[in-house]
């Protein structure tokens, strides 16, 4: 089994190693940022519901303490071009966020000159890169959005370019921050030695199939599970995909993603001192604190390596359902993804 770096810590980053893009860690000490008690927030993308929910949370009246200091003061409103569901949203979107006092920008690089930090929530995965790359060469600390790319050469390549322009980076579910999951790390179960998670799996033409949604529960999967994923094998209907992956040392986690029926999210954790429900789903606030906590301090809450694992394996599972459900390495699908990354321009 690859040695797990830190995965049942939440609040430390650890370095990537030996991916051949010359990763370090994403921390703001190492950057010189120190850290930052409270700040303006933009947000880039209001064609998703998480724009509202987070503008509402640190802009309402009766503001939680726990938010208190940051605030949400403008918002580039552009995200998808191509993705109805998205895009049509954007006009309604654009005159809620302005009764919570959202200047909103022409652009992202005005909207950078009038904020601390950044959150990419555009639901377009295809273009993060594209869009985080003037944040990167603004200086400004980023939250990207699920997911944090439409393929894993781009998800390597955000993290390139983050260590390029030495700006601190992260990505998350918001089911990362089920409390099952928090128990499972700090090991309430002991050695985890398998699990299995669920959540919904809708689809979306322009993205690769787990990406769009079954991001939720593959996050819970491998946050759980840990880094050193060997192989995936999928099983796909028209209602659910089933995915299978086989660790180094043997254990084996899945996933279902469901397209059918009542939706959820949720799973299980097996350990040595017994087995545990990972709970439900807490709603936004958790994931925003983490954000909060990393616009102040620069360190990045989730492991870099646990979030490429995480595209790894969705990539391996497109891949083995293209095959027919053989058996796919997913160390063979990040190496191809490397050498794809390390040709992508990052100015």
């Not at 503001?63 to 940051?70: D, R, T, V």
């Not at 990406?211 to 840990?226: K, N, P, R, S, T």
């Not at 089933?242 to 059918?260: K, L």
Request: aromatic content about 8%; glycine content about 12%.
């Amino acid at each position: 089994m690859k040695k797990e770096i830190n995965r049942r810590d939440f609040v430390k980053t650890a370095a990537i190693g030996g991916i051949g893009l010359g990763m370090t860690a994403g921390n703001g000490a190492l950057f010189g940022m120190g850290s930052q008690a409270s700040g303006r927030i933009g947000i880039i993308g209001l064609d998703t519901s998480h724009s509202i929910a987070f503008t509402k949370a640190l802009n309402a009246p009766d503001e939680k303490p726990e938010f208190a200091g940051f605030r949400i003061v403008a918002a580039y409103p552009k995200g998808s071009s191509d993705i109805k569901s998205s895009y049509e949203r954007i006009p309604g979107y654009i005159e809620e966020v302005k009764k919570y006092g959202v200047e909103i920008t022409n652009s992202i690089e005005e909207l950078i000159t009038k904020v601390d930090f950044v959150l990419l929530e555009t639901n377009d995965g295809k273009i993060h890169l594209e869009q985080a790359l003037p944040v990167f060469k603004g200086g400004k600390r980023l939250f990207i959005d699920k997911p944090i790319a439409a393929s894993l050469e781009h998800a390597l390549a955000i993290f390139k370019a983050a260590d390029k322009y030495k700006v601190p980076v992260f990505s998350s579910s918001s089911v990362r921050y089920m409390p099952g999951i928090k128990d499972v790390a700090e090991g309430k179960i002991g050695k985890v030695t398998g699990a299995d998670t669920f959540s919904p799996c809708s689809l979306e033409p322009s993205h690769p199939d787990l990406f769009w949604y079954g991001i939720h529960g593959v996050e819970a999967l491998i946050a759980v599970m840990g880094t050193g994923c060997k192989t995936v094998t999928r099983v796909s209907t028209a209602d659910t995909d089933v995915v299978a992956g086989i660790w180094n040392d043997g254990r084996i986690g899945t996933f279902r993603g469901t397209r059918s029926g009542q939706h959820g999210y949720g799973g299980t954790a097996f350990g040595e001192k017994g087995s545990m429900s990972l709970g439900t789903y807490a709603g936004y606030d958790p994931l925003l604190l983490k954000i909060l906590e990393f616009f102040k301090t620069g360190i990045e809450p989730v492991n870099r390596e646990e979030t490429i694992e995480i595209f790894a394996f969705m990539q391996a599972a497109d891949v083995s359902k293209k095959k027919g459900g053989i058996p796919v390495e997913v160390g063979s699908v990040r190496a191809d993804a490397e050498k794809k990354a390390a040709k992508i321009k990052l100015i």
